[in-house]
């Protein structure tokens, strides 16, 4: 009888003390604990699609920085090579007709790439709606998918219908449908962005190409002239 006493009130009751043992364990019928199976929380649908477009605009940011560096390196290239442009022809040098060709070709290649990397920083503003033209939304009328999450749409709302809409798409859900219609859209900009970005670097390979030609011919030309 001592030994069942012990049983009784050893184990078992450590484990009606422990509350986390009861959290983590329950009895079967064999008496032993089962394991209760952890619960795996999913986001819903709105923070999913708010994500998609937090990390849209993130891939144009990283565009636009990517598009003021690469201007601010063809600028400087430019100067140095209008610097020497500018030298040759002010000093009548003998040099100038095998150079100068190659380094005007370098320098058109440099601005054609900044004109790209420049285009693509330029704003992007939707005046269509859907592919149709957008007149203005009307108070206390239906949304258009978009409308809640674009600011230049928004611009053409008061603020009592931004509140009404933004109420409507909370209750019906509706609001996934105005985050997927501007992850649509953005996607398209954040494409058309590194389209030119690409198109800008590959326009920065022949005018490095002729700049370095044209600097060889510089340097063998002037080693020649001193040697003779």
């Known amino acids: 009888m001592e030994n069942d006493d012990a049983t009784a009130t050893g184990p078992a ?3 009606d003390s422990d509350p986390s043992a009861k959290a983590s364990q329950s009895p079967n019928s064999t008496g032993s604990a089962a394991i209760v199976p952890q619960v795996v929380v999913v986001p819903d649908a709105v923070i999913e699609a708010r994500e998609t477009l937090l990390a ?3 891939w144009i940011d990283r565009s636009d920085t990517k598009a003021a560096v690469i201007m601010s390196a063809i600028a400087a290239a430019v100067a140095v090579e209008g610097a020497g442009v500018v030298n ?5 040098h003998h040099l100038r007709v095998n150079v100068l060709w190659f380094m005007l070709g370098s320098m058109a290649f440099l601005l054609v790439s900044a004109f790209l990397a420049g285009l693509s920083l330029y704003p992007q503003l939707a005046d269509t709606q859907l592919g149709r033209e957008y007149a203005g939304h009307q108070e206390g009328g239906p949304f258009t998918p978009g409308e809640l999450v674009y600011f230049g749409l928004l611009r053409t709302m008061s603020p009592a219908e931004i509140e009404r809409g933004l109420k409507l798409a909370a209750r019906d859900g509706s609001l996934v449908a105005h985050l997927a219609e501007q992850i649509h859209r953005n996607a398209a900009i954040v494409w058309n962005k590194h389209r030119k970005l690409q198109l800008a670097l590959r326009c920065l390979i022949p005018a490095a190409a002729l700049a ?3 600097f060889a011919f510089w340097v063998g030309d ?3 002239a001193r040697s003779s």
């Open 13 to 15: 009751a450590a484990g």
């Open 56 to 58: 849209i605009h993130q």
């Open 88 to 92: 040759l022809l002010s000093h009548g």
């Open 212 to 214: 370095a030609i044209g």
């Open 222 to 224: 002037f080693l020649a």
